[in-house]
């Protein structure tokens, strides 16, 4: 069990407060709280194949307000924004007993990540043809699920070098629930699933110095920021973006 709290002021400079068109900016997080239960288990085996089994399973919980006011040659803006972030996550792995010069692990894993987020948007315009006074209240509800599996082979090659290759295989969908925006309709926003790989070589040239090799690739889905809820900068709203591709490196 782990519990986090936190609120905090965030320092703008002077000299930022007053560039035009602004007249004052000032941030806020009064709250940034993170709260998880979770089990973890690990069997020694021990038998003819099997080393080991680990397994895990655990809730993350995070609570977040975050406040912003600005103040314009043209308008006075007050935003605040609720977010309740969920995670679930899973994980079993499996240790393979050493089968001859290979040492091999293999496992699946899951993740779930599901977001409530409102955002009260409060203006006082002098020139309401550039933003009219008003209070604006937006709600968003998305989730991203993933599943992978993995595995790993360390293949002792002889003495001196070995040889690590593993492959992780992702498939990734993600859902706006709901949102009441008028710019955004409910619904998918995208699936994928991905094949990525690594490869090392290890060599001990003596008991002082060992050389290493790797090479490997990257796999990034977009957040639900993102892809759903997207997020003020300063006083304007940077949309989310649902035809996002995954980064790959």
Known sequence: YKKFESSSEIFVEEEIKTTYPLTDFYLDAPQRDREKHGVYYHWDVENSWL?????????????????????????????????????????????????????????IQ???????????????????????????????????????WFAQDQWEVNDRLSLTAGLRQYFVEADLNYSDRESLSPGSLGDDDEVIGALGLVWDQNDNVRLRANISEGYVYPSLMQLATGAYAGSSFVNPDPDLDPETS
Do not use: C, M
């Open 51 to 107: 080393s080991s089994l680990q397994a895990n399973a655990y809730q993350q919980q995070n609570d977040r307000h975050f406040y912003t006011f600005t103040e314009t040659v043209w308008y006075q803006r007050d935003i605040d924004t609720w977010g309740d972030l969920t995670t679930d996550g899973a994980l079993a792995q499996l240790n393979f007993q050493p089968l001859g010069d290979h040492q091999i692990i293999a496992g």
């Open 110 to 148: 899951y993740l779930k990540d599901e977001v409530d987020q409102d955002r009260r948007v409060d203006t006082l315009s002098w020139v309401p043809p550039i933003a009219p006074t008003g209070i604006e209240t937006i709600n968003d509800q998305a989730e991203i699920e993933t599943w992978a």
